[in-house]
């Protein structure tokens, strides 16, 4: 596949970086001469100097001829005039932009986004998708990372294992056995930062984080049987009241009536413009690493502090304060990788990485057959996957013990006619049934081909 990626910053290179590994013919365009360069140098790819929404720049690109174009710049506009071009001009079949200004996503402009007008096909906001995830995570405090699939049927849950794990030292094969009513799949282990399926007989070890698909109705049984029984955060406060702060403010006055929200922004402006939009949200106007910020805020008594503002120094000092002035837990986003090995020495129970949760998304549209969902974890060495099978899919008509699947892949779940059903060797896929599972970053390939779409299907 031949896909142009608009824009080499952390999310440009991000996707570029994974599909040329999966050997796809990639072309990056960025203004920045720096930016093109670093991508020449790090990655397989062909990148050059440009305006990616000039057509001459996206035909020195390849645009006569790509299968798809991704545009995840720094400027909207540019994200949306480039797919437009590429429509009018290139005829490419596939357009991703990233579209960060609210007022574009509001329903009364959706037109815009029409195949007749932009031709976007698929639009991809990173503050709804960070801030959806970290509601995702307050609902479920005692995991690190989840995800949803199947219309939210099934939750992929991460749950780190510490000392006081009850089940550290246990064969997963003993946890079947001790549970047999528990319909969870344990698909994944990182540990010592390597990430890999484990087998039965593999033990859970202190400091393991394992990575669990089960119906969503169980997860939180399931958190208990791991020794975490943090109840759902009624107090909140949130630091930072930029675009993913108000929308997490904005979201859970919508969702919850009972839960108390405090939001801490610096700017003296947007902390007014904010809170004439907030109905029952207390907007707080100081800085989240002043300590009396903190205490005016009721820091004390708050069951979780989460930091979005958009220096991930700040986010993490304020997260390390939080927690040492009395927050029971604290949600943290980072953006650059090289702080991930602080977040637990730090005091700091999990961190949102809002590329990681943004190549996701784009992921999703990228992988070929019929890929409903696609949650990037452990920095990228393994993904979690929502397939459906379709009548031509090769993983039809076996028994899975017999199936042609590898062990660097394992099924979580399937969902048959809206029931939810805990995979076993003897099963059977069907028609329609849709999948949800492990894959190594080297095994994307072969879920690909598993779930592909022959061309007789249509």
């Known amino acids: 596949m031949k896909v142009i990626i608009c824009g080499a910053g952390q999310v440009g290179s991000g996707i570029a970086e994974r599909l040329s590994v999966e050997g796809n013919d990639v072309s ?33 690109a390849g645009a006569n001829d790509a299968d798809m174009l991704i545009a995840v710049t720094l400027h909207d506009e540019v994200n949306m005039v480039a797919c437009q071009v590429a429509h009018t001009l290139f005829d490419i079949p596939t357009k991703i932009a990233r579209v960060r200004a609210q007022t574009y996503l509001e329903k009364q402009w959706s037109r815009l986004f029409a195949r007749e007008s932009m031709g976007i096909d698929h639009i991809i906001s990173p503050e709804i ?70 087998r039965g007989q593999d033990q859970i070890e202190e400091g393991d984080e394992v990575y669990l698909i089960a119906p969503t109705e169980q997860i939180a049984r399931i958190l208990k049987i791991f020794g975490h029984e943090e109840r759902q955060a009624r107090r909140v406060v949130i630091a930072g009241g930029g675009n993913i702060g108000f929308y997490l403010a904005h979201s859970i006055e919508t969702r919850d009536p009972n839960l108390r929200v405090k939001v801490i922004e610096k700017q003296r402006e947007r902390a007014f413009e904010i809170a004439e939009q907030l109905d029952r949200a207390v907007v707080l106007h100081g800085s989240s690493l002043s300590e009396d910020m903190l205490r005016e805020a009721d ?81 990228g060495t393994g993904e979690i996957i929502e397939a459906e099978v379709l009548e031509t899919a090769p993983i039809l008509h076996h028994p899975l013990r017999d199936a042609p699947i590898s062990e660097g892949v394992r099924i979580g779940a399937v969902l048959r006619d809206g029931e939810v059903i805990k995979p076993n060797g003897a099963l059977e896929l069907e028609v329609k049934d849709r999948v949800v599972l492990f894959a190594g970053a080297d095994y994307v390939r072969e879920v690909e081909q598993m779930f592909r779409v022959s061309p007789d299907y249509f």
């Open 28 to 60: 990056i365009i960025d203004a920045s001469p720096k930016l093109v360069e670093r991508a020449n140098e790090a990655l397989e790819v062909s990148a050059i100097a440009g305006n990616a929404a000039h057509p001459d720049v996206l035909e020195r």
């Open 129 to 198: 998708e960070v801030g959806n995830t970290i509601l995702r995570r307050l609902e479920l405090p005692g995991a690190f990372e989840t995800a949803t699939f199947a219309d939210g049927k099934v939750t992929m849950a991460g749950i780190f294992c510490g000392p006081d794990c009850p089940v550290v030292d246990t064969p997963l094969k003993q946890l079947t056995e001790l549970f047999p009513d528990l319909p969870a799949i344990t698909v994944a282990l990182a540990r010592d930062g390597k990430l890999f399926t484990p």
């Open 299 to 379: 820091i004390t008594s708050a069951d979780t502090l989460v930091a979005v503002t958009n220096d991930d120094q700040i986010n993490l000092l304020t997260s390390a304060l939080a927690k040492q002035l009395g927050c029971k837990s604290s949600l943290c986003l980072v953006n650059s990788a090289d702080y991930s090995g602080m977040i637990r020495s730090l005091g700091i129970d999990a961190q949102i990485d809002p590329r990681a949760t943004t190549v996701s998304r784009i992921l999703q549209y990228v992988r070929r057959g019929r890929i409903r969902g696609v949650h990037s974890i452990h920095n």
